[in-house]
């Protein structure tokens, strides 16, 4: 059988990226669109650096940015130009546009990005760094990445930037981080400087910036371990905590994968909700709690553990799940005894997705046996035991024992 051609569509949204030095570290093909387009639109700053180039009209985007992108996306196959920073595909009006038209309809010419410039200014292999931006974003979101001998390029928001994020980093014991402030890189007034980060940033720097940071080597106590099990200290509770050892194990059982949502039920301390946000960037949690004084503190557990976007509702489930978007892992860490709890959060999951709970009594246990009968799984049994000192010697105290279930939902054919 054969398709049809898909209909041609005509190029007519160009993207011209602009560097610091404006023009004059423009190609001749980039010079030669900016001259010929009709309409022209981007930053003021870009506009006056291309000013002399452009023939058509002119324009600065206008605030929201939402009525700025309305200006393009009316012009649809006409001819349009826009101004962006460097790569418009690095955290730039590219990544925006192309979520409203394809990218057949787009040609683009990068210039170098902030990025690019900072690692040829320092000798550092991009390959070797983890980039990360604060543009509107809290500084937590950097501290899964604050690694022994890690370098990390900051994008910042303005020139308060890195001094707020040199305060942070030492309140957090990263404050031996050498510093580099990259300012206005690729022209006239480009500017590198170097500090530590206990040395707090110099005056002066330039609304373009950025911040590379090596972290010390020896930067190890103060580092977040990156495999499931944080130390129970770690977390703020009240002794609703998911303990060290069975949390490892319940991480495992979940089975985080990139760009996945979990429902922790019961969220207590967060725990387990905010290790699946630590596995990867782009992992989500919803944490359900029906007492606030506990809502609050996975909140703030979260901020402190570095996945400040954790969601938080407060509320009894299963009545909670109503309205929440469908996960692809939940897990029950109490409550599962509750009247139709099993059944609302088997319902709830995706196909494919997992569910796992955990349970310290003997009713809980029963229901979990008749979940494993009508949906399957495995059940398991977990018992750890710890030191602990018996007049001047020692034995090990049994914690109380948790029944694990798990089961994976069958995806839907």
């Not at 006239?188 to 609304?207: K, M, S, W």
């Amino acid at each position: 059988m054969t398709h049809p051609h898909p209909q041609k569509v005509e190029r007519w949204l160009t993207l011209v990226g602009v560097g610091e030095d404006g023009p004059k570290g423009l190609s001749a093909a980039a010079r030669t669109l900016i001259e010929q387009a009709p309409y022209v639109i981007g930053g003021a700053r870009h506009v006056a650096l291309c000013r002399n180039l452009i023939k058509g009209e002119a324009h600065t985007w206008a605030t929201p940015f939402s009525t700025a992108l309305e200006a393009v996306l009316v012009r649809r196959g006409q001819p349009t130009l826009v101004l962006a920073s460097g790569d418009p595909f690095f955290y730039g009006v590219g990544a925006t546009l192309i979520g409203y038209v394809t990218p057949h309809e787009v040609a683009c010419l990068p210039a170098p990005s902030c990025v690019a410039l900072a690692c040829a200014r320092l000798g550092w292999a991009q390959q070797a760094c983890r980039v990360v931006s604060v543009c509107g974003r809290p500084h937590a979101l950097i501290l899964p990445f604050l690694q022994p001998g890690a370098r990390l390029l900051v994008l910042c928001a303005d020139e308060t930037s890195p001094a707020t994020l040199f305060a942070w980093l030492n309140e957090r014991g990263f404050g031996q981080t050498e510093c580099h402030i990259l300012q206005a890189l690729g022209g006239p007034h480009e500017q590198v400087t170097r500090c530590l980060a206990q040395d707090g940033a110099p005056h002066g720097i330039n609304r373009l910036c950025l911040v590379a940071l090596c972290v010390p080597a020896g930067a190890v106590s103060c580092a977040l371990p990156r495999v499931t099990g944080l130390p129970d200290t770690c977390f703020e509770h009240d002794g609703q905590l998911t303990k060290r050892e069975i949390r490892a194990v319940t991480l495992s059982s979940l089975a985080p994968r990139a760009g996945e949502l979990l429902w922790d039920v019961g969220g207590g301390a967060g725990s387990v909700g905010i290790e699946w946000m630590l596995s990867d960037p782009t992992c989500q949690t919803i944490a359900i709690e029906q007492a606030p004084e506990r809502v609050a503190r996975i909140a703030h557990n979260a901020q402190a553990l570095g996945v400040p976007n954790l969601q938080t509702v407060t509320g009894k489930a299963p009545a909670a799940f109503t309205g929440l978007p469908a996960p692809d892992a939940i897990f029950i860490g109490g409550g599962g005894s509750t009247t139709g709890m099993l059944e609302a959060a088997w319902q709830a999951l995706k196909p494919g997705g997992r569910l796992v709970v955990n349970a310290v009594v003997v009713e809980t246990e029963h229901k979990l046996f008749q979940a494993m009968q009508q949906w399957g799984g495995s059940l398991t049994r977990l018992d750890v035991a710890r030191l602990d000192p018996v007049g001047r010697l020692h034995a090990f105290r049994p914690s109380m024992s948790v029944t694990q279930w798990v089961a994976w939902k069958p995806t839907q054919v």
